[in-house]
């Protein structure tokens, strides 16, 4: 089902025929420099425009904001409150088309404030809707419905019966969406009493379409259908193909539950749609639903078929988010920039904005110095951006993954709890057997073996469960540690490095066409073209580092040599040998003992201060041994234990986790020995 969107702004001038259709060739294409203040001297301008933004700001978010901050300057200049409100809430509607939901409630927030000084009742209903679906969307259910209920009291209050209508259907989708299925369908059949009062066609078909999922969530799929087909019938209508494409998929997926032949009649179609606009996330539910109806008719092909499409959809559906992102980075900073070009032209509205605008000048001048000096680096702040964002994106991975072992944590916590209960039982048991066997010593005697013959097995049963769990535990974090290296290292080999590849590209041909006569300044930029060009090859060597050949393709024996190979050997020279590796080993196997290699080896390189090292790899039908020996400082296993170093402890679980065992010694006459022993099952 899909929900209301509540208008940003309903109207601002009093009729809205007059508005000039014919400024929009002029518009919003048009480089906002060019605007001119004198043609805004009075309200009427101001609000042609302001109407014009609202009814076409879709077609460039990033110039309409710009037009609108340049637009309330204006405003702000001849003093009209009313259209200061509706230049702020028409910027809050841009932020939140564009899903930036703080900056657009904070707009919103500010429009409201505005319009409770006019005391106009329509506009401050309609942005207490809009809030509110800013929290829904959000997820902050509590502040959603706080804003709703807020926004319904004044619209009755008042007799304001449009933001009456949109609220009750935003509560609908509301209550929906927690599961509360029963206050969903009370508040949807109060806005389609509003709909057919007001006419509102559109609005109807979408609050329809909301009635048939509550029927489907409910499981009465024949009502959910008559509602979903209303739906379909109301949207063509009314020419809207999205809101017909959602509910006759909707009656596409109630079908594929049922069986039903017409399934793909009605799944199709607006999949062939959805992926003409480029809508990967309804793409995604609808070859869902063809995967569900081929798997219960257990047409394999089929099912085969579409279950890649699902994947291929889904692969877009991350693809899109991740370029959306980078888009809203790079919106963000065209805006920016337009926005202080705009502000240049407001400078002499009022003593307060001449102020303002004079601060913006200074920053404005300092960026521009800086740019100038340098201008070879400029494409260089457009990766910082992104690099920020991945950063980000990284602590939201890891906060992922550690929610993810808490979770397994808590799990393992309310085993124990439970085997403790069993625990306590047995103890009530054995209680009531001495009291018994206070009379009868043969009794005791017998009981005493019962209980102690129990009491072993839920030793032993506990003892089990608690290394299941334990074992458990380790094999997520290693899993979850691997995925998190594989995804860092793929993010930095095809995010990062391919961004310095494509920087470096583009400055040797800035290089090539720009003529340097001063010696310095050749140096200069052969030496910056340089630090990029290594700073390719130290990504692409890091990226290996953490995932070499997204680790093992070739087996223990081959990735190990050819990660040594890249170690200098005038810092360490290292003799390899390996025997009895024919075969590959299981993968979990290979991934974590070429991490242990990786790491002791690593700690040689950097403590151990040796010129020498001797790996030896060795696999025998029942077990595979691995020796290193170098002729560097020594090595006191307590000590190192003792100073709650990771990397030691990463070895002594991994090892643990292959149910081996490790064994430091000193390497006489100087130096250290670590053999490990590793069985085979």
């Given amino acids: ?75 702000v200049a001849i003093g009209n409150i009313p259209l200061m409100a509706s230049a702020l809430n028409i910027k809050g509607g841009i932020y939140a088309l564009s899903n930036n939901y703080e900056p657009a409630i904070n707009n919103y927030i500010a429009a409201m404030n505005l319009f409770e000084k006019t005391k106009n009742s329509y506009s401050i209903a309609m942005l207490h809707n809009n809030i509110g679906m800013c929290f829904n969307n959000t997820q902050n259910k509590k502040e959603a419905l706080r804003y709703f209920t807020n926004g319904l009291t004044i619209a009755k209050t008042t007799n304001q019966l449009m933001p009456e209508c949109l609220i009750y259907i935003n509560l609908a989708n509301l209550y929906i969406s927690v599961g509360n299925l029963e206050q969903g369908l009370i508040n949807a059949l109060k806005a389609d009493t509003l709909c057919n009062r007001l006419n509102l066609k559109k609005e109807s078909g979408i609050n329809t379409n909301l009635i048939g999922a509550i029927y489907f969530y409910k499981k009465d799929f024949k009502k959910a259908v008559q509602y979903y087909q209303l739906s379909r019938n109301i949207a063509i209508q009314n020419d809207d193909t999205y809101s017909k494409n959602i509910a006759t998929m909707n009656i596409g997926e109630v079908y594929a539950n049922e069986n039903n032949p017409q399934t793909l009649n009605f799944v199709l179609p607006p999949l062939i749609y959805f992926e003409s606009i480029k809508d990967y996330n309804n793409t995604t539910l609808g070859y869902s639903y063809l995967v569900n109806y081929y798997t219960n008719k257990k047409y394999l092909d089929s099912t085969l078929f579409y279950t890649n499409k699902l994947r291929e959809a889904e692969n877009k559906l991350y693809d899109s988010t991740t370029r959306k992102n980078i888009a809203d980075i790079l919106t963000k900073y065209e805006t920016s920039k337009k926005e202080a070009k705009i502000s240049l032209l407001s400078k002499a509205d009022s003593i307060k904005n001449l102020q303002i605008i004079n601060q913006q000048l200074a920053i404005n001048k300092n960026l521009f110095e800086l740019s100038q000096q340098q201008l070879v680096l400029a494409e260089d702040s457009i990766l910082l951006f992104t690099q920020n964002e991945t950063i980000l994106q990284n602590k939201l991975d890891a906060s992922l993954k550690e929610e993810k072992i808490n979770t397994l944590t808590k799990e393992g916590l309310q085993k124990q709890l439970a085997l403790q209960q069993q625990h306590a039982a047995i103890k009530q048991k054995n209680n009531t057997i001495i009291i018994i066997a206070i009379g009868a010593i043969l009794l005791l005697v017998i009981a005493y073996a019962v209980y102690r013959k129990k009491q072993l097995e839920q030793q032993a049963l506990l003892a089990q469960e608690q290394a299941k769990q334990r074992e458990q535990i380790t094999k997520a974090v290693i899993d979850a540690e691997e995925a998190e290296r594989k995804r860092i290292a793929s993010d930095l080999h095809d995010g990062v490095g391919q961004l310095f590849s494509a920087v470096k590209m583009n400055l040797a041909g800035l290089i090539d066409r720009i003529d340097l006569p001063k010696e310095e300044d050749q140096f200069l930029a052969e030496k910056t073209l340089a630090l990029v060009d290594e700073s390719c090859k130290e990504v692409r060597v890091i990226s290996h580092k953490m995932m070499p050949n997204f680790l093992l393709k070739s087996g223990i024996a081959s990735d190990i040599r050819s990660f040594i190979e890249k170690i200098d050997e005038s810092t360490l020279k290292i003799h390899f040998e390996t025997k009895g590796f024919k075969e590959q080993l299981e993968f979990n196997e290979e991934v974590i003992l070429y991490r242990v290699i990786q790491e002791l080896i690593g700690n040689v390189i950097k403590h151990a201060q040796a010129n020498e090292l001797y790996l030896h790899l060795e696999k025998t039908d029942k077990q595979i041994q691995v020796q290193v020996t170098d002729n560097g400082l020594g090595f006191n296993y307590d000590n190192a234990i003792a100073k709650d170093g990771l990397g030691l402890k990463n070895i002594l679980v991994r090892i643990e986790y292959l149910k081996g065992t490790i064994n430091f010694a000193p390497n006489l006459p100087c130096g250290t020995a670590v053999t490990i022993t590793i069985p085979i099952a």
Avoid: M, W
């Fill in 1 to 75: 089902f899909i929900a209301i969107g509540a208008k940003a702004q309903e109207t601002i001038s009093p009729n809205k025929k007059n508005v000039v259709i014919g400024l929009k060739q002029h518009y919003i294409s048009t480089d906002t420099l060019k605007l001119n203040k004198s043609n805004f001297k009075d309200s009427s301008s101001i609000r042609t425009y302001l109407d014009f933004i609202y009814k076409n700001y879709q077609e460039e978010i990033g110039n309409s904001l710009s037009l609108c901050t340049f637009l309330y300057n204006r405003s």
